[in-house]
């Protein structure tokens, strides 16, 4: 089952119809904030066999300066354009993005979804004045990419493509750890995100939601190199529902169930589910959360949120209350510590011990969130060949700091949920055998603040290496003892040695000066 992450449709940003470079200023704060889905209207130009990402053809002769805004009107629909406002702006913003983001900590895993859609006209004697209007003369700079695969080049290196995929299938090992080949018994053989990001290096899959082209002999045909770089349905199965839609499956899978098979077939479906919502029927940060939580992919659609009883409009503002609540597995406003600002020493001694001590997540009821490392709760053990088997040992409540691998049954292990489909296993496991929240998973950040890690208390950071007193003492003992030696025989040599020659040279200068001074002995000072 894909990552659930959540994005947005570059439409929205197009208020009022303005198709400018101004009206996505905001994209790269928003790719900065945790966005991981674009998706964009593509228009394929009859006229001028380009995509272009204005609704209407320009008419020839409008102007030849790219930077220039022009009223054009397509189907009695008048749109505000700038005439060099294409893909390849876009394109810029998310290069720029993936460039100062790619580092094993940072890095994160982008969707670029594409509606094609045409502008289209019928040729005919009747249309001829049409094509007199808005084909290109000579005199135009035809602005926009011929091919789809044009259009993503600049940032095809960072790409995830169906090559890619391909390459990764030919290669991949059924005999891997036993997580990983539950997995490969899909249809549809994934890669995991860890491959993907730090292995393959790849940071964005290009996928076409919807194909909406227009047949005629002016229409687009999809090629080899098209295929070979973005997916289609036809090469990753992908699905789009309206957030009416979405509800009444979300209500489904979000009912725990005792049925093991349920979570199995949704793990082992791999497909792309998309969830748009419409000025009609807009995410709450409820719904929305309800949505990544049952595997939907959610795209912000809709002009204006309701936020804390307000309609909020700007873009930013909208991530902005929406961000606690787009986690599939985190609680809204986790994770989250004390921030130790008491200004009393002893009180801020006790806070800073607390800070410490909150270093362990449990799961709740609506999500995880770090609680203190030695309060003693009942934990979450996995079966090690099915990650939607769970077992909570009903009377063994420990610290984090205790649990032990023999506080699970044979073939189980103290573990955590790595999707969304595992957390709902592991809620209807905790309702089904009466365990009482919260219950400790096997995740903390006690290494590194911040660098959540799994595999027990000294489970280290990947991106930042810690050294323990212990091991630094390790680290610098030779040198330390190599240096006493050193110095030692420095201070013995200096004490103890006796050299002949030396004091011999110092007897004979000092007799042969008073020699020399009572022989010429001189008043005064010489001239």
């Given at each position: ?14 208020v ?63 749109y ?30 982008l ?23 808005y ?21 095809a ?10 390459d ?18 899909s ?87 998309y ?13 929305v ?45 986790q ?8 200004t ?39 079966n ?6 769970w ?31 595992e ?7 905790i ?18 603040s ?7 208390p ?25 240096c ?25 200068w ?18």
């Amino acid at each position: 089952m894909p990552h659930p992450v959540t994005g947005l449709s570059l439409t929205s940003l197009f208020v009022k119809n303005d198709y400018s470079l101004d009206s996505i200023s905001e994209l790269g704060d928003l790719l900065q904030t945790g966005m991981q889905a674009i998706m964009v209207d593509l228009y394929w130009n009859e006229f001028t066999s380009v995509w272009q990402l204005c609704p209407a053809p320009f008419p020839q002769n409008v102007t030849y300066n790219s930077n220039d805004k022009v009223n054009v009107t397509w189907n009695n629909v008048m749109y505000t354009c700038e005439y060099g406002f294409t893909t390849d702006n876009i394109m810029s913003i998310i290069q720029s993005y993936l460039e100062s983001s790619n580092t094993n900590f940072e890095a994160n895993f982008l969707h670029l979804l594409f509606n094609l859609k045409s502008i289209h006209y019928e040729k005919s004697n009747l249309t001829m004045s049409l094509e007199n209007i808005y084909k290109p003369n000579s005199l135009s700079n035809i602005m926009g990419n011929s091919t789809l695969n044009a259009t993503v080049t600049p940032i095809a290196s960072y790409i995830f493509s169906p090559n890619v995929l391909n390459d990764y299938r030919s290669k991949v090992s059924l005999s891997s750890s036993s997580y990983e080949s539950y997995y490969n018994r899909s249809d549809i053989i994934m890669p995991t995100l860890e491959t993907v990001l730090l292995s393959q290096y790849k940071r964005i899959l290009v996928n076409v939601l919807s194909n909406d082209v227009v047949s005629s002999p002016r229409e687009y045909s999809i090629s080899d190199a098209d295929r070979n770089l973005i997916f289609f349905n036809t090469t990753l199965p992908t699905s789009v529902k309206s957030a009416t839609e979405a509800g009444p499956y979300c209500k489904e899978v979000l009912t725990p169930s005792n049925k093991s098979e349920k979570y199995d077939n949704l793990s082992l479906t791999t497909n792309f589910d998309y969830v748009i919502d419409s000025n009609s029927n807009r995410f709450d940060r409820n719904s929305v959360q309800d949505f990544l939580r049952c595997g939907l992919l959610p795209i912000f659609n809709a002009t204006s949120y309701p936020v804390d009883n307000k309609n909020v409009s700007d873009v930013g503002d909208i991530f902005s209350s929406f961000a606690p609540y787009l986690f599939w597995s985190w609680r809204a406003g986790q994770p989250s510590v004390s921030n130790g600002s008491s200004t009393n020493n002893s009180s801020r001694d006790r806070d800073e011990n607390i800070k410490a001590s909150y270093r362990c997540v449990v799961i709740t009821s609506n999500g995880w969130k770090i609680d203190d490392c030695y309060q003693e709760y009942q934990i979450a053990c996995r079966n090690k060949s099915a990650p939607n088997d769970w077992y909570i040992p009903y009377s063994n409540t420990k610290t984090y700091f205790d649990v032990d691998r023999n506080d699970c049954p044979n073939g189980y292990n103290f573990s955590l949920p790595r999707s969304s489909t595992e957390m709902l296993s592991l809620m209807s496991a905790i309702k089904e055998q009466d365990a009482q929240y919260p219950i400790w998973i096997d995740l903390n950040d006690i290494t590194i603040s911040n660098c959540f890690v799994s595999g027990g208390p000294y489970a280290q950071c990947p991106y930042q290496k810690t050294v323990t007193t212990t091991r630094f003492v390790r680290m610098i003992a030779p040198a330390s003892v190599i240096c006493i030696i050193v110095f030692g025989l420095v201070i013995l040599e200096k004490l103890l040695r006796k050299n002949h020659i030396q004091s011999n040279r110092k007897r004979y200068w000092k007799k042969t000066l008073a020699e020399y001074y009572s022989k010429n002995d001189y008043e005064g000072v010489p001239s």
